[in-house]
């Protein structure tokens, strides 16, 4: 089957975008995987899949693919690939629209300067939400925020816990780049306190409106940006005291801006989408990919 695609990439967190409008799909994990391999395939952190709308009151449905093959809620970088591609393609000529997601509807506008924003949504705190299983574990409090101690090789890590619509644990570390995101993110990722896998943020704070954050994503890794990551880590910064809104926040791919008024108010993610180029694969040999 030959499958058109665009290329994007938003601060670095790479995509492949497929218009499921004006073409059908109906892919398999392994061939999800095979689109996403970066030696066999195009390569890609997430693939996105736009669709119909399915219900009233909204624009477009969005639909996102982990390069594992797994179906996620939610991507905030992708987001604002989302809104780039439909623009792009003529598939709107609104400057806001309304995306429905796994994790519910989303409100990403395109500014006047080129970056697009995201209603990203309240953060959802309650631990049994996230998902996360805080049985028999008594959680320290700083500010108004609860740090969960989360048991990781042989070390005890302090986390927020926080869902964006996918699941995050984020710590503080001195210094991103030193962190230990290889060796503790797939510890973290797999650990069966979080029944859906979960998004591990290692967040160092700069000042009170500036922070350098990694994230190794469920099903991906680490990427070099995660818009989902971004929100929560501020949310957790502010939660915690050690953050004031706007924050920017300084990824390897790229910078996003992260305002949040606190309690029950949607997080505002701001930061750039970039198509990169079009092309047209043939993706009938998934089984040459494991």
Same mark, same amino acid.
């Given at each position: 089957?030959?499958?058109?695609?665009?290329? *994007?990439?938003?601060? !670095?967190?790479?995509?492949?975008?497929?218009?499921?409008?004006? /073409?059908?799909?109906?892919?398999? &994990?392994?061939?999800?995987?095979?689109?996403?391999?970066?030696?066999?395939?195009?390569?890609?952190?997430?693939?996105?899949?736009?669709?119909?709308?399915?219900?009233?009151?909204?624009?477009?449905?969005?639909?996102?693919?982990?390069?594992?093959?797994?179906?996620?809620?939610?991507?905030?970088?992708?987001?604002?690939?989302?809104?780039?591609?439909?623009?792009?393609?003529?598939?709107?000529?609104? /400057?806001?629209?309304?995306?429905?997601?796994?994790?519910?509807?989303?409100?990403?506008?395109?500014?006047?300067?080129?970056?697009?924003?995201?209603? *990203?949504?309240?953060?959802?705190?309650?631990?049994?939400?996230? &998902?996360?299983?805080?049985?028999?574990?008594?959680?320290?409090?700083?500010?108004?925020?609860?740090?969960?101690?989360?048991?990781?090789?042989?070390?005890?890590? &302090?986390?927020?816990?926080?869902?964006?619509?996918?699941? @995050?644990?984020?710590? +503080?570390?001195?210094?991103?780049?030193?962190? &230990?995101?290889?060796?503790? !993110?797939?510890?973290?990722?797999?650990?069966?306190?979080?029944?859906?896998?979960?998004?591990?943020?290692?967040?160092?704070?700069?000042?009170? @409106?500036?922070?350098?954050?990694?994230?190794?994503?469920?099903?991906?890794?680490?990427?070099?940006?995660?818009?989902?990551?971004?929100?929560?880590?501020?949310?957790?910064?502010?939660?915690?005291?050690?953050?004031?809104?706007?924050?920017? +926040?300084?990824?390897?791919?790229?910078?996003?801006?992260?305002?949040?008024?606190?309690?029950?108010?949607?997080?505002? *993610?701001?930061?750039?989408? +970039?198509?990169?180029?079009?092309?047209?694969?043939?993706?009938?040999?998934?089984?040459?990919?494991?």
């Amino acid at each position: 089957m030959k499958l058109k695609f665009t290329k *994007m990439h938003g601060a !670095g967190n790479d995509f492949v975008v497929i218009d499921a409008i004006n /073409q059908q799909i109906s892919f398999s &994990p392994e061939q999800w995987r095979l689109i996403a391999d970066r030696r066999f395939g195009i390569g890609a952190d997430q693939i996105l899949v736009v669709e119909r709308a399915s219900q009233a009151g909204v624009d477009f449905r969005y639909r996102i693919y982990n390069a594992d093959g797994g179906e996620v809620e939610q991507c905030g970088n992708g987001a604002r690939a989302f809104v780039r591609f439909v623009t792009d393609k003529h598939l709107t000529d609104k /400057q806001a629209i309304r995306v429905e997601t796994l994790a519910g509807v989303i409100e990403p506008r395109l500014e006047a300067d080129g970056n697009i924003t995201v209603n *990203m949504g309240a953060p959802i705190l309650e631990p049994e939400r996230v &998902p996360f299983d805080a049985a028999g574990l008594q959680p320290a409090t700083e500010g108004s925020d609860l740090l969960w101690p989360l048991q990781v090789g042989d070390k005890t890590v &302090p986390v927020s816990v926080v869902s964006m619509g996918n699941p @995050h644990a984020v710590q +503080v570390v001195p210094e991103a780049d030193s962190a &230990p995101v290889a060796a503790d !993110g797939p510890l973290i990722e797999h650990h069966p306190r979080f029944p859906k896998r979960v998004n591990a943020g290692f967040m160092q704070v700069l000042d009170p @409106h500036a922070i350098r954050l990694r994230v190794f994503e469920r099903g991906a890794g680490e990427t070099l940006a995660c818009g989902t990551g971004a929100c929560a880590a501020v949310v957790a910064g502010i939660r915690r005291g050690l953050l004031q809104s706007p924050v920017r +926040v300084e990824t390897r791919g790229g910078i996003l801006s992260i305002a949040w008024d606190g309690g029950a108010s949607p997080v505002m *993610m701001t930061g750039p989408a +970039v198509s990169v180029f079009e092309g047209e694969i043939d993706i009938g040999q998934a089984d040459q990919v494991g």
